[in-house]
């Protein structure tokens, strides 16, 4: 009888010990901040890709890792946000299309569009990685974060940059402070803005930097810290739409050297460029050869962008040439390969040379 009676208060007290143990867990699930959930776009690149040995870090394969191999190599992702993964191509960045950033801007939109998506990672290769940056700085309709990642080195080298980048970047996009200011780039512990970050180094991991305007932030102990925003108009405030888009007008890059003739400039224009980037030589500079190729291409009806092969500075409108008199554009500070970007957008809207102008002064 003891025993029994002994038996059923041991079992009250146990039962009253679960109870107590699940409403402190419900407490603590509640308590708990939610995770954001975050979406990795995977489109190759050597965060993606392998080599012959651990030690190969020049000379390998970009691109041969899919997307839930790379989630998996980082278990630590599941604490910082619900990780969701789509390949969305499988390429080595130097051949990224207008085609290809169709497709991944209107799924990128598609997917922010959706309440259960709080953010976007969109891992990528290094070489035309700044430019897919800008592409959508340009064209994504959302104020929520869209961050791009890379590696310098393949995921199977020694000390691969890739999974320590893919966490910062997921961490970012998880982070609320990231909204709103335009698409970023995070690579080697630093937060990027997609208009004035470029590659820099062939193979160095600090190949990334936004040389003189500056880098926007670091990520640190798991968290990021900004210190500065681009002004320029971007994201949800830019005035581009790609949904209705299937392709973008043909706009090539001249580029300007020493001895410089126009066979290039000719070839593109008679092969239907609707749009010619001139990467000059310092502020911009037409060679005397060359300048009445661009003014015969303006008068049939090619739109030109004065641009620099320098890589830092304000082109001056009106100073290498009279861009006046002679319907050219200018670039602002944008790099040539960014250049194109833009005026590829900007002639899905108009011809105008100075509604063109605005824009380049305002993205
Ligand atoms: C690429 O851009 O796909 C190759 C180079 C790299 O990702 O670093």
Not at 178 to 191: R, S, T
Not at 213 to 238: C, E, N, W
Request: aromatic share 6%; no cysteine; hydrophobic share 45%.
């Amino acid at each position: 009888m003891l025993q029994q009676k002994t038996a059923q208060f041991m079992a009250a007290v146990l039962g009253m010990f679960i109870i107590a143990t699940a409403q402190v867990h419900a407490q603590d699930a509640a308590k708990a901040p939610k995770l954001a959930n975050v979406t990795i776009l995977a489109t190759g690149g050597t965060i993606a890709g392998s080599g012959a040995s651990s030690t190969t870090t020049v000379g390998y394969t970009a691109a041969t890792v899919g997307v839930q191999q790379l989630i998996k190599a980082v278990p630590e992702l599941s604490k910082v946000a619900n990780v969701n993964g789509e390949q969305v191509f499988q390429i080595a960045s130097e051949s990224m299309t207008n085609d290809h950033w169709l497709t991944l801007a209107k799924r990128v939109n598609t997917l922010l569009a959706q309440n259960t998506v709080d953010g976007i990672v969109i891992t990528h290769g290094t070489d035309t990685l700044e430019e897919t940056a800008y592409f959508l700085n340009l064209v994504v309709k959302s104020r929520k974060p869209v961050v791009l990642v890379g590696a310098m080195r393949p995921s199977t080298a020694l000390s691969a940059d890739g999974p320590i980048n893919l966490y910062n970047a997921v961490l970012l996009a998880a982070d609320p402070s990231a909204a709103g200011k335009g698409v970023l780039v995070a690579m080697g512990d630093q937060i990027h803005g997609a208009r004035d970050v470029s590659k820099t180094n062939t193979s160095t991991p600090d190949a990334f930097k936004t040389t003189e305007l500056g880098m926007l932030g670091y990520i640190q102990g798991g968290k990021p810290f900004f210190y500065r925003v681009s002004t320029r108009k971007h994201t949800a405030d830019a005035e581009f739409d790609v949904s209705n888009l299937t392709s973008l007008p043909q706009v090539d890059i001249v580029y300007g050297y020493a001895n410089m003739n126009t066979v290039a400039l000719d070839a593109f224009v008679a092969a239907g460029a609707k749009g010619i980037i001139h990467a000059g030589t310092g502020d911009g500079s037409v060679a005397a050869k060359v300048k009445p190729g661009l003014i015969a291409a303006r008068k049939g009806g090619t739109i030109i962008v004065r641009a620099s092969r320098v890589g830092q500075g304000i082109l001056a409108r009106n100073g290498e040439a009279n861009d006046d008199e002679l319907d050219f554009v200018v670039s602002d500070t944008l790099s040539p390969q960014k250049a194109r970007i833009l005026l590829m957008l900007a002639l899905t809207k108009t011809n105008n040379t100075k509604e063109l102008q605005r824009m380049f002064y305002n993205y």
